[in-house]
């Protein structure tokens, strides 16, 4: 259309730049570039430099889609230091997602934290869901393992049970992803004998309490019956969690499976006991469970048993109570030599079992086992 049009001709270039941006958000690399090839063609000089700049960001996001975050990082780190020399807050207003991104990148490796911590405010950047720890949140929440809550980089303490309903609240919302959750969802849960009235007063007053209580405007959002978490000011480690198991597949499985692991302290509330809570535990385990049973049995595929033994190792630290890790430990040691210990974990698994559950290893398992011992 602007080509069609009467555009003055030093507007031109701009259209073109905004354009290279579109075609690079849909993955059109090629597009990307000559829509910037263009731009260059028809800008001034003095703009040129400009625009050799946005080539360059360009190829930054093509770097850290590629995985190489050294190179991206060094591509990026220039560029924010001359924007920050000529105090330019205007920050890539087509692409706030790409700008969270760099955003992000920039905090992780100390580079300009001061101006980038001054674009994420103005720009009300909502973060990544693998934000790093130095992201600027108002709020922080940890139910990973345990419960913890810090705003603005300081704990807080809470005394006293009028706080303990509110507070409920905000683990519940964390635990089934703190995006969209239905509020007839959590009045059933958390006011379970309560009838509709009764239910939707109980669940207003702990709204009102707990923002209240957080004290952070616009933390909380609470649209058409939805309620969610405000990602431009909180942040959860389920969040964290989730970004870990959905790229599970894209690293080397050993990497994926340490960086799962370290996203998972522990079970949902640790050794916190509500009726509430122990469905969302109990599929949050199973997902990591999963996702750490497929990268350990890439790994056996790929013949690196040592690599699958400390895999399902760390994964058993994660649930100790999972058959389906015990078994792909004792295929990996057997497979590495080491029978003995293969049936050594058979052991362990089948104590523990009986210990905490009451229960004997099931018929795969021990057929694992007997497999493993009449070799």
Known sequence: MVRELDIPSIQMPHFFARLAWARAAMGDRDGASQALDEAMARAAPADRKMFEERRGLLQ????????????????????LAERRARNDIV?????PDLAARFANLALERGMETAYVRGLIERHRLV?????????????????????????DGEPMRFTGKTQQRPLDLLKFAVSLGGKDIDVETVMAALWPDADGAAAKSSFDSAMFRLRKLLDVEDALELTSGKLSLNKSLVWTDVWALDAALDHANDAPPSAAAHRLLAAYPGPLLGSEESPWLAKPRDALRARVVRALMDLGQKLERAGDFAS??????????????????YRGLMRALAASGDRAEAMNAFRRCRELLSIVLGVKPSAETD?????????
């Open 91 to 95: 920050f890539l207003p087509s692409r």
């Open 308 to 325: 699958a033994v400390d895999v399902y190792r760390r994964a058993l630290e994660a649930d100790n109570l999972a058959e389906s890790l």
């Open 127 to 151: 973060a990544p869901d693998d934000a790093c720890a130095q992201w600027p949140f108002r709020l922080r929440v940890r139910v990973l393992g345990g419960f913890d809550l810090a705003r």
């Open 367 to 375: 057929r694992l086992y007997q497999d493993i011992a009449n070799r």
């Open 60 to 79: 930054v996001e093509a770097d850290m889609n590629a995985g190489d975050l050294e190179r991206a990082a060094a591509g990026l780190a220039p560029v």
